[in-house]
């Protein structure tokens, strides 16, 4: 039954933040990063890729803390205020989304794909966010991690 709860609870989690990233704002992708690079971003088949790239011009930014541990399975970075933590999450690593009827779904980070069975949850300062990854304004203060999360 606790179980069952649980499971549940992150269900309603990942729907929840797969509604959120449905709204995105197109005109919000295109990022600095740390390192100045941004996101571009492809569309195929309902599927979006974003992948970093040498952008024309230099925009200096705070220090990103990017960690990637967990053999890719974790991903952590720190908020840059207003910029939600899909913006910063396209900006920093490749990104693949795809269209569902609940809106866009995290379908894998630096290759590293959902199943059936696992699915990219995001956490915001240790806990799990209760908005969409789009919705959510980061702030400088902010640890933002992605996890791939068993069901």
Do not use: C
Not at 98 to 110: E, L, R, Y
């Amino acid at each position: 039954m606790k179980k069952s709860i649980a499971t549940t609870i992150l269900i309603v989690i990942a729907i929840f933040g797969m509604i959120g990233l449905a709204t995105i704002n197109p005109a919000k992708r295109n990022l600095n990063t740390t390192n100045s690079t941004n996101s571009q971003t492809d569309q195929v088949a309902g599927t979006t890729q974003s992948q970093n790239s040498t952008p024309s011009s230099t925009t200096a930014t705070k220090p990103s803390n990017l960690v990637i541990s967990d053999q890719g399975k974790t991903i952590a970075y720190d908020g840059e205020d207003p910029k939600t933590a899909l913006e910063l999450l396209k900006a920093k690593v490749q990104v693949e989304t795809k269209d569902t009827s609940f809106g866009p779904q995290i379908m894998a980070i630096n290759g590293i794909k959902a199943t059936d069975k696992e699915f990219w949850l995001f956490s915001i300062n240790g806990q799990p966010a209760t908005v969409g990854a789009h919705q959510y304004q980061t702030k400088d203060e902010d640890r933002i991690e992605w996890k791939l999360t068993g069901m």
